[in-house]
Nanobody
Framework: QVQLVESGGGLVQPGGSLRLSCAVS??????????MGWYRQAPGKQRELVAT???????NYADSVKGRFTISRDNAKNTVALQMNSLKPEDTAVYFC?????????WGQGTQVTVSS
């Protein structure tokens, strides 16, 4: 089993920054969780991929966030983070942490990010 708890969301002005963090709890090895990632869902829209990271550190980003967002994982601290810079109103959404463990997909409860002046 894997449990994911997000934190760090909030209200920020356009051009600002936020850092999301996801705490990972597992009955197995953190090294078996691969990949990990962040997704988001805006009102009235489907959930979409934001960024993923493999155990070896290889990352993948949605075109809309490339150059602005950075995903990272700390296997020693059992966390995965999303640093979001140059935020835009269209980044407003609920952000979900995601993990794949032995073929099973797990989601956190989500954290709201609102970008507005």
């Amino acid at each position: 089993q894997v449990q994911l708890v997000e934190s760090g969301g909030g209200l920020v002005q356009p051009g600002g920054s936020l850092r999301l963090s996801c705490a990972v709890s597992t009955s197995g090895s953190i090294f078996s969780i691969n990949p990990m990632g962040w997704y988001r869902q805006a009102p009235g829209k489907q959930r979409e991929l934001v960024a993923t990271i493999l155990m070896g550190g290889r990352t993948n980003y949605a075109d809309s966030v490339k150059g602005r967002f950075t995903i990272s994982r700390d296997n020693a601290k059992n966390t995965v983070a999303l640093q979001m810079n140059s935020l835009k109103p269209e980044d407003t959404a609920v952000y979900f942490c995601n993990a794949v463990w032995i073929g099973h997909v797990y989601w956190g409860q989500g954290t709201q990010v609102t970008v507005s002046s």
